[in-house]
């Protein structure tokens, strides 16, 4: 055998993985796509979720479906993701709670900065602070005076142990050295339901679902959990800005991916969320909805989660909170 040949032998097999590797990493993946929201459909995940996952296939020109899997406040969905074929064809739409705050109250069967992976940042929320119109208060600092005066009479509604309302309460009750009841529910609607029947004080609420009744007057609104007032909310305070400087709970969701799908698909699906989350169509669908596009680099969000789990565990661990 010659020179020439073995040179032409030793290239042969050297492009072999090359081939063998672009293919596993073909973009847009050859099967159908997945985004797994994990809460049923017609709330305000599932809402931003078909807006994003629509400009996604447009964009991509394949379809991305949006595949509901509620139960457990989101955690079911996120094993699911978390177990799910690492081949770039499923995507979560991730929430705060499975993703920060669950893994301090409760053993989950996945760990959620090893078993999925960052994509992309995707939008947050305040939750707006509300009370029904019999509390007889009208302001934050009303609110505080009320609960410090008869400790333990107060009580705030949550979607469920754990979830972004629930911590949102336990963080102001840190702040404000007061000791609010926390009384869980299985989702928004019986919360509301129970507040606008009186039978409980207080909800951080999300706002397109407490906002409809604020209007009429049936609800108070006292402050928004964010460190600024939502454009869509300009006449209501912060928490912040009410004497708790630096109080901060938004109400968010990401992209994440299963944990082992390759890296260069992850920095593919990043670009394609960030474009559609720049896009000012769906800017403005999402702000409708009471919405912030948050895109971010997968770094970026890495480094954001790391500090909402820190926060949550800390305040899990002083509130000597567990999963009710």
């Not at 305070?237 to 969701?253: D, H, K, M, Q, R």
Request: overall charge positive.
């Amino acid at each position: 055998m010659n020179k020439r040949t073995l040179l032409r032998s030793a290239l042969a097999l050297a492009s072999v993985p090359l081939v063998f590797g672009a293919a596993a990493q073909d973009f847009p993946p050859k099967k159908p796509v997945t985004l797994v929201v994990g809460f049923a459909a017609g709330g305000a995940a599932d809402a931003a979720a078909r807006l994003i996952a629509k400009k996604l296939g447009e964009n991509i020109g394949q379809a991305v479906v949006v595949d509901n899997k509620g139960g457990a406040g989101g955690n079911i969905a996120h094993q699911f993701v978390a177990n799910a074929a690492a081949d770039g064809t499923v995507l979560l739409f991730g929430s705060v709670g499975p993703l920060t705050i669950a893994p301090h109250l409760m053993k989950l069967t996945y760990e959620p900065f090893m078993d999925v992976a960052a994509v992309s940042g995707g939008v947050n929320f305040p939750n707006v602070l509300v009370v029904h119109k019999g509390a007889g208060v009208k302001t934050l600092a009303e609110f505080v005076q009320l609960s410090k005066k008869k400790p333990g009479s107060v009580d705030f509604a949550s979607t469920g142990a754990g979830s972004a309302s629930h911590l949102a309460g336990e963080l102001f009750n840190q702040r404000a050295g007061i000791d609010m009841t926390h009384v869980p529910y299985k989702g928004g609607a019986p919360a509301l339901q129970d507040l606008l029947g009186e039978r409980i004080t207080s909800y951080f609420a999300a706002p397109p679902t407490a906002l409809p009744h604020v209007e009429t007057g049936k609800l108070i609104p006292l402050a928004t959990t964010g460190l600024t007032r939502p454009a869509y909310l300009p006449g209501i305070p912060t928490v912040a800005e009410s004497g708790f400087p630096g109080f901060e709970a938004l109400n968010w969701y990401a992209f994440v991916a299963p944990g082992k799908t390759p890296v260069p698909l992850l920095e593919r699906w990043n670009q394609e969320i960030v474009k559609v989350l720049n896009d000012a169509g769906v800017k403005e669908a999402l702000n409708k909805h009471g919405l912030t596009p948050q895109p971010t680099t997968r770094a970026e969000l890495t480094a954001f989660m790391k500090k909402e789990s820190t926060q949550w565990a800390t305040i899990i661990k002083e509130r000597k909170l567990t999963a009710e």
